[in-house]
């Protein structure tokens, strides 16, 4: 392995990191080596369309999907493979199966299931090919072929309680998608507004998930069907426990969201968007508070990223690095992610443009980019 | 016939092309089969001015020839005879609006 020399001293090169930025207006292709002082951002990538998210296969770092869209031109799915040098459109076809049926509308009227858009793509860990896509209206697909053709696992929208599903104000969408690298039949998703759901069989039949959540905003607080899941995290050495950033209140489950408890501890806000889990501690969680769900704009004007060690309740804020006045920007669902590299590198992008990163599990932070578009997803793929 | 159609810089860069594009058209002289032609010709557009399934025009895209607005015309509309001849183009504009 080669040594590197940055600032005088030489250095093990401990592999690349490639950091994969959709935005509001394309995306973005931001490198480094291990040591992740230097980075080279390369884009626009679709210039002028919004690119909902971006990930890398675990089979095949160099196929990589990313999920483009604009309300003039509707979906289209582009893939790589070469590690996002070129692109190619692939399916754009998201058709759901059988009778369309319908959900709540925003007045509680019966509202026709609408194809919008893809928000979330979650490539398999077995099989560069197959992936799955989380859509609006809130449905799951999958494809066999590389993007090429989409299948939608109907299971999830035709459940039993579909009927009753209803949007946020970003609309009715599955945003999350959780697969058990070792049990691929094992998938969580999250629905805003509708829950989070489970599945033990690959996506023919799924379980609601929401035991002991508890959402002031609903008629039953503590109903199975309604609450605003915001984004949900797992470990993949410990597939029966998961994180959850709700509207308000972060969360675990440690039987597969048969119960869930709350952990927001003494974070200065419970609402938030993102939650993720150190690459290699379970117990190790983080979330970047947000005043309020009517002020999407970190407490006091500061950027801070909350980290637990303990599982949640906990919590200790990690500001090296990160704007501490006049901070008024957002961290969205999709945009923070964890390397994989032996000092684990945590990631996030903001509302504002910024992509910030911290090679030392968040004790200290750096700006990668600083005027990009709004920043709506951030993935990391850890290349050797 | 060949029709002469002018995409919106977007489709016109999914499509690869650098300004606006030839398609024969066979059979009828009408809307839906100018679009026809665009989407089995280049199969990427596909969605992109349509929707899938219903094919509905796109809420966001609107279809002008000879000075008029044929974006609520019935697909099956005949197109104005100076774009079926060749001598007007048959323009897919993208509505103004965004940020």
């Known amino acids: 392995m080669l040594g590197t020399l940055f600032g005088g001293r030489a250095e093990v090169n401990m592999g690349q990191v490639r950091v994969l930025v959709g935005t509001r207006k394309g995306a973005f292709i931001i ?17 002028g369309w919004e690119i909902m998210h971006v990930k890398g296969s675990p089979v095949d770092p160099d196929r990589i999907y990313a999920a ?30 059988g009778q369309t049926g319908t959900h709540q509308w925003y007045d509680g009227t019966p509202h026709p299931w609408e194809f919008k858009r893809v928000w979330h793509f979650e490539p398999s860990h077995q099989d560069a090919d197959t992936l799955f896509a989380g859509v609006e209206d809130a449905a799951l697909f999958r494809s066999n072929d590389g993007g090429a053709t989409w299948t939608e696992l109907a299971g999830l929208r035709t459940h039993s309680s579909g009927q009753d599903w209803m949007p946020g ?40 998930a929401t035991g002991g959540l508890s959402s002031n905003f609903l008629p039953e607080p503590e109903a199975k069907i309604g609450h605003c899941v915001h984004r949900l995290a797992m470990h993949p050495s410990r597939p029966d426990t998961v994180f959850m ?32 889990v150190h690459a290699h501690e379970p117990e190790t969680i983080y979330v970047v508070p947000i005043h309020s769900d009517a002020e999407h704009y970190p407490p006091e004007g500061k950027l801070r990223v909350y980290r ?9 804020a990690l500001t090296k690095g990160l704007p501490q006045q006049d ?46 578009p709004a920043v709506l997803s951030v993935e990391v793929q850890t290349l050797s | 016939m060949t029709v002469t159609v002018a995409l919106p810089v977007h489709l016109r860069t999914l499509a690869q092309l650098d300004g606006d594009v030839e398609v024969e058209v066979d059979g009828r002289s009408t809307i839906a089969a100018v679009l026809d032609a665009i989407e089995s010709r280049f199969p990427v557009l596909r969605g992109t001015i349509r929707e899938h399934g219903t094919a509905r025009r796109r809420a966001f895209i609107r279809f002008f020839a000879c000075g008029r607005d ?10 104005p005879p100076e774009v079926a001849s060749g001598n007007e183009v048959f323009y897919v504009v993208g509505a103004i609006a965004g940020g």
């Open chain 1, 245 to 276: 950033q709700k509207h308000w209140d972060v969360c675990r489950t440690d039987n597969a969201g048969e119960m869930w408890t709350e952990v927001s501890g003494n974070l200065p806000s419970d609402f938030g968007f993102p939650i993720i």
């Open chain 1, 327 to 372: 901070c008024y920007v957002n961290v969205l669902r999709d945009a923070m992610a964890t390397d994989t590299l032996d000092s684990c590198g945590i990631y996030f992008g903001t509302t504002g443009g910024q992509v910030y990163a911290s090679a030392d599990s968040g004790d200290s932070w750096q700006a990668l980019a600083e005027n990009l």
């Open chain 1, 169 to 208: 104000a970003g609309g009715m969408c599955l945003h999350t998608i959780l697969i058990d690298p070792a049990n691929p039949r094992r998938m969580y998703v999250a629905i805003s507004a509708a829950g989070a759901f489970r599945t033990d069989d690959g996506g023919e039949t799924w379980h609601v």
């Open chain 2, 70 to 79: 044929l974006s609520h015309e019935p697909p099956e509309t005949p197109l």
């Open chain 1, 68 to 97: 483009q869209w604009t309300d003039w031109h509707g979906q289209v799915v582009q893939r790589s493979d070469d590690g996002g040098r070129s692109w190619e459109p692939v399916g754009n076809e998201f058709a759901y199966r």
């Open chain 1, 308 to 316: 637990s060690r303990t599982g949640g309740n906990e919590w200790e």
């Open chain 1, 31 to 47: 490198t480094s080596d291990g040591a992740r002082r230097d980075w080279k951002i390369d884009g626009p990538h679709f210039g």
